[in-house]
């Protein structure tokens, strides 16, 4: 790991980081204090048809919009890319990321693998340097606790997500890094030294 430089200095150039892994591994937790560590790295806010929890803030956790808006979103190739997950759709939204991109930050992308798969696929037309992360948990009954635990969702719709987990971890090995949240400051730790490898590998390849 190269130390000798920031997260900062070594965010000159436009990065995307595609950051995956089944829902409840802690991605989010992992995402923000990334954030925080470095004011050259900006947050892709997706729209999406789910509805709002309590604790979230619309135009910040997400843009909460309905179905209608959503596929006129789609008609109107407005996303990067999008998918539909447990009944609900997301999209990632262009023009932020062409701006940041252009400015040089690093961008976040906190998104499904289905979503993975289409940028991975549309990576060559796109004038981008992009990363795949997966975060993976250290078990499935890991998963199982802290997404029941967390009580957003009613019983059936937490067991389509620990559904959507199962088929969403066999993918892991698809992603550039794979990192085990089990301890976090470990696992932030590890995600900060991947981000800080990547770019400075794009950095000799360029
Ligand atoms: P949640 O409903 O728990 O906020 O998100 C469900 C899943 O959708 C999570 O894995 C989350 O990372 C993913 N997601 C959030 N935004 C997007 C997006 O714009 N595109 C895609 N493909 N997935 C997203």
């Known amino acids: 790991m190269n130390r000798c430089v920031t997260l900062n200095e070594a965010l000159s150039l436009g990065h995307l980081?595609?950051?995956?892994?089944?829902?409840?591994?802690?991605?989010s937790s992992l995402v923000q204090k990334?954030?925080?560590?470095?004011?050259?790295?900006?947050?892709s806010i997706?729209?999406?048809?789910?509805?709002?929890?309590?604790?979230?803030?619309?135009?910040f956790h997400y843009h909460f919009i309905d179905q209608a808006t959503f596929d006129q979103?789609?008609?109107?190739n407005q996303f990067l890319e999008h998918a539909t997950y447990n009944h609900n759709s997301y999209g990632t939204p262009i023009p932020p990321i062409h701006n940041w991109v252009k400015?040089?930050?690093?961008?976040?992308?906190?998104?499904?693998v289905q979503g993975a798969q289409q940028l991975r696929e549309k990576q060559s037309q796109l004038d981008m340097p992009m990363?795949?992360?997966f975060i993976l948990p250290p078990s499935f009954e890991h998963l199982e606790e802290r997404i029941k635990g967390r009580g957003t969702e009613d019983p059936d719709k937490q067991a389509r997500r620990l559904q959507i987990a199962q088929h969403e971890l066999e993918q892991a090995d698809t992603f550039d890094v794979q990192i085990v949240n089990d301890d976090f400051d470990?696992?932030?730790?590890?995600?900060?030294?991947?981000?800080?490898?990547?770019?400075?590998?794009k950095e000799i390849l360029d």
Do not use: C, W
């Open 34 to 43: 990334l954030l925080t560590e470095s004011d050259q790295l900006k947050f």
């Open 131 to 133: 990363h795949f992360i």
């Open 103 to 112: 400015q040089g930050y690093g961008v976040i992308l906190e998104i499904e």
């Open 17 to 27: 980081f595609i950051i995956s892994g089944p829902s409840g591994v802690g991605k």
């Open 73 to 76: 979103m789609v008609l109107e």
């Open 186 to 201: 470990l696992a932030y730790e590890n995600l900060e030294a991947h981000i800080h490898s990547m770019l400075a590998a």
């Open 46 to 59: 997706s729209y999406t048809t789910r509805p709002k929890r309590p604790q979230e803030t619309d135009g």
